[in-house]
């Protein structure tokens, strides 16, 4: 399993459109094939940043997704939002100190 974190930073005036956009599409995404799930966080200090946060099956999960007609459709619309370019990270987890309930 490999996690993705995306930082994606919006212009000001734009960050609530992002939110609304994003509450009609975030199951789209948490529900994709070989995706375990997602967070979407937002900066308590810069609120025009927010985070992707998400678990996928593998690399070759994420390319899918990446590749997909839902991708396909949610980021051409939002990349004119961005007050600064995308910044993305696979990684893999080294330690995990969260408790599973």
Not at 6 to 28: A, K, M, S
Not at 31 to 45: A, H, N, R, T
Not at 59 to 69: H, I, K, T
Request: proline share 4%; glycine share 4%; hydrophobic share 40%.
């Amino acid at each position: 399993m490999i996690t993705r974190i995306v930082q994606l930073e919006f212009q000001e005036d734009r960050i609530e459109e992002f939110l609304r956009f994003f509450d009609t599409i975030n199951t789209q995404v948490n529900s994709f094939p070989g995706c375990f799930g997602m967070k979407l966080y937002q900066d308590i200090d810069r609120p025009t940043v927010i985070l992707t946060y998400s678990h996928w099956e593998n690399q070759g999960a994420l390319n899918a997704y990446r590749d997909s007609e839902t991708f396909g459709t949610i980021w051409p619309k939002i990349k004119s939002w961005f007050s600064a370019k995308p910044q993305a990270w696979s990684v893999n987890a080294y330690f995990d100190g969260f408790q599973t309930n």
